[in-house]
């Protein structure tokens, strides 16, 4: 699976917008661009997936750009329970497992 | 809203026993895996199940852990002989398929071999 890059740590306060980047330029076009996300000690919760197109759920939105190399993930109003860490993952699809980084410490502030 | 569940949420053990940890996956998903994460340190993927057998496994995945699917509801991991380094938060979680599903995870449990 292609390795990801994110920044280790990220602040944003309540009620804008946070955008997480992710580095993933050795991407190959089977492969989909998925974001977990951990609060605290918690087990790990899904947030979006895409492979080319913009996607957008109830959680976020997920911005690939053309040549795939990088995505962003956007949550449109942080909210103190955002706070957490972020985990951008390339998965190929015959691929079972997830395999995780340092992912991005997103702290809300109020 | 169905959920992954784990027991016990905290295992204490002596090194060198037998422990079981469990999980009930959500009903009608196929694919099951286990994941642990040390303190401090990134979540790690351990093994996948599906059909009744191991898909793929890790490096730690070795002979000291085995995986099990007892019953319609619970999938266990067994480590046989606990040590020290096995200390960690052991997370369940299930897919409803494998290629582009997401993979749901219980709230763990916390493994401290003393």
């Known amino acids: 699976d292609a390795k990801t890059t994110q920044p280790p740590s990220m602040d944003c306060a309540e009620g804008r917008a946070a955008n997480l980047p992710c580095n993933h330029s050795?991407?190959?076009?089977?492969?989909?661009v998925y974001w977990y996300r951990q609060i605290h000690s918690q087990g790990p919760q899904y947030i979006i997936h895409?492979?080319?197109n913009n996607e957008t759920n109830e959680m976020a939105s997920l911005i690939i750009t053309e040549d795939r190399k990088s995505s962003t993930l956007i949550l449109p109003h942080a909210t103190l329970r955002d706070t957490a860490v972020y985990y951008c993952?390339?998965?190929?699809?015959?691929?079972?497992?997830?395999?995780f980084g340092k992912g991005t410490l997103l702290t809300v502030n109020p | 809203e169905p959920e992954v569940t784990q027991t016990p949420s905290h295992q204490v053990t002596q090194m060198g026993q037998e422990v079981i940890l469990r999980c009930v996956p959500i009903?009608?998903?196929?694919?099951f895996y286990w994941y642990r994460q040390i303190l401090g340190q990134k979540v790690e993927f351990l093994v996948s199940?599906?059909?009744?057998?191991?898909?793929?496994k890790s490096e730690i995945f070795d002979d000291q852990f085995s995986v099990e699917r007892p019953d319609g509801s619970n999938f266990t991991l067994k480590i046989r002989s606990t040590k020290l380094e096995d200390s960690a938060m052991y997370f369940c979680?299930?897919?409803?398929?494998?290629?582009?599903?997401?993979?749901?995870f219980g709230p763990g449990t916390r493994l401290t071999v003393l």
């Open positions: 199940f599906y059909n009744n057998e191991i898909s793929e």
């Open positions: 895409g492979l080319k």
């Open positions: 993952i390339v998965v190929r699809g015959s691929n079972y497992k997830l395999t």
């Open positions: 979680a299930s897919s409803e398929g494998a290629i582009y599903n997401e993979q749901f």
């Open positions: 050795t991407i190959s076009g089977n492969e989909y």
């Open positions: 009903s009608n998903h196929l694919y």
